[in-house]
Structures are given as C-alpha cells and as structure tokens.
C-alpha cells in the first residue's frame, strides 16, 4: 500500500526567504503525487501534480517540486515567502485505481 | 456553479445518537470520498465509493456508514459505535479513483455535546 511521510510538522521562514517542505513517498507502482494547501477556515486546493511526465512540476502561488525517483522525494519548494503563504500543506500520493492518501500535514509560518 | 456541497456546517451530537452528514455534487463524478481531519492526523480515508451502489471502506471505517443509492449524493452516518466522533470531515470527488485531482466540500466540524 502507498504511504507518505511529511518530514517536519511545523516550519518557520521569514518572509522574503527560501521555503522547503519535505515529503517521502512508498509505493509498489509509478504513483501519482500532489501537493494540497489548506488556508485557515477554507477549503483544501491543489497547488500542484505529479503524472510521470517532467519530474520538475510547476504549481499556483510560485510553488514548485521536484520528484526524484531514487530518493523517493516530492519536496516542495517557493523561492521567496509571502505572508500569505502561511497554511497547512499536504503531500499526497495515489496508485493506479485507489484512493488519494495523504501525509499528516506541514504548518508553514512566515515571520514579517 | 458546479461542485460538492456539503451540510451541516456545524453539527452536534448526543450520546449514542447517530447523525447524518450530507454530501451533494454535481459534476457528474464517478467516485466520491469521506476524510476525518484531526490535528496532527492530516485527511484519513473513512469510505469511499467508486460508482452507484458500491463502496469500499477506508482506513478508519469502524464507527462509520454510507450509502450510494444516487451518483450525485454520498451520505456519512456517523454511529454511536464511534467513540471519538469530534472531527472535521471533508466530502471530495473525482472524475475516478486514483490519479485524479480531488475536489473538496466546505466540511463539516462535528462536536459531541
């Protein structure tokens, strides 16, 4: 079965600066990855996609991440925080014909 | 506009009540999704349902029962057999299952009073 593990609970950046979120995968096939971002009191939405095709994925907001097979990494990254990055963000992994499995979540805060 | 509504937004239960939780989409889905977000926990997978009348139990099933008698509706019973029923639970959908983008409900945050 697929599982996902989001190494850190909580990150701190300054606005301004680099953002990594980190994210290990398992799976038994090619999965497909996502990363999901949750702003207080709204609703869940994709920021990006991972399907087999170019391992560099570009997303909304200024986001992107890198899947790299031998490490089975999907980390997540942004050049330069904004405040309004601040959320709860997931990473998630799907096999073939099965449902969407999420990790426990990563709590970003940016610091003004 | 299409999407997934779901409701109650808010809902309290007794003790050994069982209480109904709605979830609505008109996007002509095939597969429908329950979550429990906890905490901490992130979104464990309750039911799921990949067309009319079949579903398949999640992770966390036990305490929990659905129906799937219409495409477009795919109600959560949450029992008095679940002990622990304080939660946000969120309906999604997708076109199928599996490598597919999920579209969300608003949630539902339940309490026991």
């Known amino acids: 079965a697929q599982s996902v593990t989001q190494l850190d609970s909580h990150v701190s950046v300054s606005e301004g600066t680099p953002v990594l979120l980190r994210c290990n995968y398992s799976?038994?096939?090619?999965?497909?990855l996502f990363w999901y971002v949750q702003h207080p009191n709204k609703g869940l939405q994709l920021l990006l996609k991972?399907?087999?095709?170019?391992?560099l994925v570009k997303g909304i907001n200024g986001f992107e991440a890198e899947f790299k097979k031998s490490e089975t990494s999907f980390h997540l990254t942004k050049p330069s925080a904004h405040m309004s990055d601040a959320a709860e963000y997931f990473c998630v992994v799907s096999d073939p014909n099965t449902p969407l499995v999420f990790g426990k979540g990563t709590r970003l805060s940016v610091i003004a | 506009d299409g999407g997934i509504t779901q409701s109650p937004k808010y809902l309290f239960r007794k003790e050994g009540q069982n209480v109904t939780l709605s979830c609505e989409q008109n996007l002509n889905h095939d597969a429908m999704y329950w979550y429990r977000q906890d905490p901490g926990q992130g979104l464990r997978l309750i039911y799921y349902?990949?067309?009319?009348?079949?579903?398949q139990k999640g992770d966390i099933a036990e305490g929990y029962s659905v129906s799937r008698e219409k495409k477009e509706s795919f109600p959560l019973t949450v029992t008095s057999a679940q002990k622990n029923p304080t939660a946000f639970y969120l309906c999604?959908?997708?076109?199928?299952?599996?490598?597919?983008?999920?579209?969300f409900g608003s949630g539902t945050q339940l309490s026991v009073l």
């Open positions: 999604a959908s997708s076109p199928r299952t599996g490598y597919e983008k999920l579209f």
């Open positions: 349902s990949q067309i009319v009348n079949d579903f």
């Open positions: 799976s038994s096939y090619s999965p497909s």
């Open positions: 991972y399907t087999s095709a170019a391992t």
